[in-house]
């Protein structure tokens, strides 16, 4: 069965930093891509980021440029986001997701 | 940017009737690396269909997907009380990756 598992969620100041992660199992985590999606709550969902397998190829939205960082650890079948410069329009559901599945969400809230 | 515009945005149906969501893409998705994704009220989306027309694993076969270049459905043939929910469409075959604003399915 796949399973992907956020950590890392919770309330930070603006200007802070919070490093997500996801751990993966039930497939080959290896050979996906992965992503990271948010959400704010009640409204859709948005990319964030994106890594090829190997972990070479690194990709974002424009709005978490220079200030997001998506890493993974194939040895440990994890993904991370690293998230420095925190936003209040940051505050969403972050989602980790590929090819089999998504998990199951961790929030992040960015308010003084 | 590719921008997928779905429509309706809301679906009244009863239980038993068949399901046409429809997903354009501004500009051709590569491959057809389109994904229809599933979201029921507090709970993470669920993936349906990958490549247009590939169900995922576990998906009963009363979902399929259709479609190429700029057109996409996502048919239900029977929907039963467990499918009202938000469906989204996502394309990822350019970046930035993008998703559809979404369809409401919701009990006539």
């Known amino acids: 069965e796949v399973q992907l598992v956020e950590s890392g969620g919770g309330l930070v100041q603006p200007g802070g930093s919070l490093r997500l992660s996801c751990a993966a199992s039930?497939?080959?985590?290896?050979?996906?891509?992965m992503i990271w999606v948010r959400q704010v709550p009640g409204k859709g969902l948005e990319w964030v980021a994106s890594?090829?397998?190997?972990?070479?190829?690194?990709y974002y939205v424009d709005s978490v440029k220079g200030r997001f960082t998506i890493s993974r650890d194939n040895g440990k079948n994890s993904l991370y986001l690293q998230m420095d410069s925190l936003r209040a329009e940051d505050t969403a559901v972050y989602y980790c997701?590929?090819?089999?599945?998504w998990g199951q969400g961790t929030l992040v809230t960015v308010s003084s | 940017e590719i921008v997928l515009t779905q429509s309706p945005g809301t679906l009244s149906l009863s239980p038993g009737e068949r399901a046409t969501l429809s997903c354009r893409a501004s500009?051709?998705?590569?491959?057809?690396?389109l994904f229809w994704h599933q979201q029921k009220p507090g709970q993470a989306p669920r993936l349906l269909i990958y490549?247009?027309?590939s169900r995922a694993t576990g998906i009963p076969d009363r979902f399929s997907g259709s479609g190429s270049g700029t057109d996409f459905t996502l048919t239900i043939s029977r929907l039963e009380p467990e499918d009202f929910a938000m469906y989204y469409c996502?394309?990822?075959?350019?970046?930035?990756?993008?998703f559809g604003q979404g369809t409401k399915v919701e009990i006539k």
């Open positions: 996502h394309q990822y075959g350019s970046f930035p990756l993008t």
């Open positions: 890594v090829n397998p190997d972990g070479s190829g690194k």
């Open positions: 039930g497939f080959t985590f290896s050979d996906q891509w």
């Open positions: 490549a247009a027309s």
């Open positions: 997701a590929g090819a089999k599945g």
């Open positions: 500009q051709s998705v590569s491959s057809s690396k």
